[in-house]
């Protein structure tokens, strides 16, 4: 079974600045998809930016990149000029064909974007 | 695109009661998926549906759980004789284009 390690439960940046976010996870597989949600408080879950395995360029979504390191397994989220809008809990997922698409979810980044 | 709606938003049940929770995903996805969100993690898969089959359902937490979509259109989540521990965020997702899963607003379940 494939595990999603988020090993920080909080996070604070100040707005305008530069945040990094840390997952790493365990599979055998080899074929499979990373994505970010992000989840604001009493809202619904949104996508960030996703990351096909296969694919060695690192994803970028306008103020959102990610670092994937596939051999060591790590998938962090950089978040640039950091807006107050950003606050939320943020989630890394793992999905693969094998378990027919269904997320395997992490436990979450609380992060806070303060003035 | 009018996105995944859930219905109800909230529903407070006293234990022992059935409840039940729809979903309609967008119209032009096949897969819709349920999870369940307990107060601060992430949510865990429970069971999903292709068109009107149910694919995967070892997941539901017990046999009080169960999920049908009949015309592969909307589908229902019901819990029998709830528990306070069945209290929860109920979460449904549609699979769109590049295997990208998009979520509805939820159903909160409280259990007293």
């Known amino acids: 079974a494939q595990t999603v390690t988020q090993s920080q439960p909080e996070m604070s940046v100040q707005e305008a600045e530069t945040v990094t976010l840390s997952c790493t996870y365990d599979t055998s597989e080899s074929n499979y998809y990373l994505f970010w949600y992000k989840q604001p408080p009493s809202r619904q879950m949104i996508l960030v930016i996703r990351q096909e395995a296969y694919k060695q360029q690192n994803a970028t979504e306008n103020r959102f ?41 992490g436990k979450g980044t609380s992060l806070l974007v303060t003035p | ?74 589908s229902t989540l019901e819990i029998q004789r709830t528990e306070q521990g069945d209290s929860a965020m109920y979460l449904c997702a549609s699979l769109g284009v590049g295997e990208t899963q998009y979520f509805g607003p939820g159903t909160r379940l409280l259990v007293l």
């Open chain 2, 1 to 74: 695109d009018t996105g995944v709606s859930q219905d109800p938003r909230h529903k407070i049940t006293k234990r022992g009661q059935n409840v039940t929770f729809r979903c309609d995903p967008i119209s032009e996805h096949n897969r819709l998926y349920w999870y369940r969100q307990t107060l601060g993690q992430g949510p865990e898969f429970l069971t999903y549906f292709q068109n009107e089959a149910q694919l995967e359902k070892s997941r539901l937490l017990s046999d009080r759980f169960s999920a049908e979509r009949p015309k592969g259109s909307f």
């Open chain 1, 65 to 105: 990149s990610v670092n994937f390191q596939k051999a060591a397994k790590s998938f962090s989220l950089k978040i640039s000029d950091s807006q107050l809008g950003d606050t939320a809990m943020y989630f890394c997922v793992f999905m693969n064909s094998n378990s027919g698409y269904a997320l395997n979810f």
